[in-house]
T-cell receptor, first 117, second 113 residues
Framework: ETGVTQTPRHLVMGMTNKKSLKCEQH?????MYWYKQSAKKPLELMFV???????ENNSVPSRFSPECPNSSHLFLHLHTLQPEDSALYLC????????????????FGQGTRLTVV | QKEVEQNSGPLSVPEGAIASLNCTYS??????FFWYRQYSGKSPELIMS????GDKEDGRFTAQLNKASQYVSLLIRDSQPSDSATYLC?????????????FGKGTKLSVKP
């Protein structure tokens, strides 16, 4: 059982809907991430939050809007998505040490399988 | 475009054999290299990291790095059916204060009893 919990596990939404993905970490970490994993594509980093401040936005379209209200919670707000946005969205957390922002030893949540219809 | 290339597989090996998973990367300044295991329907799990040329062993796993050839591999000795999963290679460049973690598409390994 990981210390990173994501809800919901599965989500089907229409292109005009607005929904949010939630991530909660119980590991006392100070950095949180959103990744996207599409079929037959590499895992892609979307956003990085360090100490609740967004420090990385990897050219993600504005229809994805992250929010980090505190160091334990991370949200991904979704609106007017496209079918090609269907993917597994993974949240991860880690302890930021020194200057290294993206810690490869991050713990991943189980992901939200998103289908846009 | 910085890329990490892996053969998507599936790579099928018999139980007890050595499974060899390979990865090449395009960015010469890459500094750190990682292998993740991802079971079907599960999240990635870091299993090995390697930072300098040569071999690094951890139990049945050995990571091998050759920076001159821009090549990193993972050997799994005495493969077990429980090793059946997708293995993701990732590289990073900690240049400056940010860097990035670039993943390959993964190689699916199937260990047959």
């Amino acid at each position: 059982e990981t210390g990173v919990t994501q809800t919901p596990r599965h989500l089907v939404m229409g292109m005009t809907n607005k929904k949010s993905l939630k991530c909660e970490q119980h590991l006392g970490h100070n950095a949180m991430y959103w990744y996207k994993q599409s079929a037959k594509k590499p895992l892609e980093l979307m956003f990085v939050y360090s100490l609740e401040e967004r420090v990385e936005n990897n050219s993600v379209p504005s229809r994805f809007s992250p929010e980090c209200p505190n160091s334990s919670h991370l949200f991904l707000h979704l609106h007017t998505l496209q079918p090609e946005d269907s993917a597994l969205y993974l949240c991860a957390s880690s302890q930021r040490t020194g200057q290294i922002l993206i810690n490869p030893e991050a713990f991943f949540g189980q992901g939200t399988r998103l289908t846009v219809v | 475009q910085k890329e990490v290339e892996q053969n998507s597989g599936p790579l099928s090996v018999p139980e007890g054999a050595i499974a060899s998973l390979n990865c090449t990367y395009s960015d010469r300044v890459s500094q750190s290299f990682f292998w993740y295991r991802q079971y079907s329907g599960k999240s990635p799990e870091l299993i090995m990291s390697i930072y300098s040329n040569g071999d690094k062993e951890d139990g049945r796993f050995t990571a091998q790095l050759n920076k001159a050839s821009q090549y990193v591999s993972l050997l799994i000795r005495d493969s077990q059916p429980s090793d059946s999963a997708t293995y993701l290679c990732a590289v990073t460049n900690y240049g400056g204060s940010q860097g990035n973690l670039i993943f390959g598409k993964g190689t699916k390994l199937s260990v047959k009893p």
